[in-house]
């Protein structure tokens, strides 16, 4: 079951990458991701089926996932800087 999880996370990261960046695809599927993420370790846990492949396997879409949020902080990050909301122009 917490592999089945597993499996879903990666699913959802790989189609992540491919989802334009403030869509509401890419939230929902990040959050989806996310909450597997948790839930996948408490289900092997609470279910005694923890194993090393599991674990292995579990950190397979770590890095997409890591991936997107930074290119998402980048995004709103140069978004805020071409309508100058970081550059400070004048004193107040």
Known sequence: MANTITFFRIAAS???LSCP????AFYVFYI????????????????????KF?????MIPVVPLKY???????????AAIQEG???????E
């Open 14 to 16: 790989i189609v992540l």
């Open 85 to 91: 909301h970081f550059i400070r122009t004048e004193r």
């Open 54 to 58: 599991g674990a292995r396997l579990d």
């Open 32 to 51: 989806a991701a996310g909450v597997s993420d948790m839930l996948d370790g408490f289900v092997a846990r609470k279910t005694n089926t923890a194993s």
């Open 21 to 24: 960046v403030f869509s509401h």
């Open 68 to 78: 997107s949020a930074i290119v998402v902080c980048a995004v709103a990050t140069f």
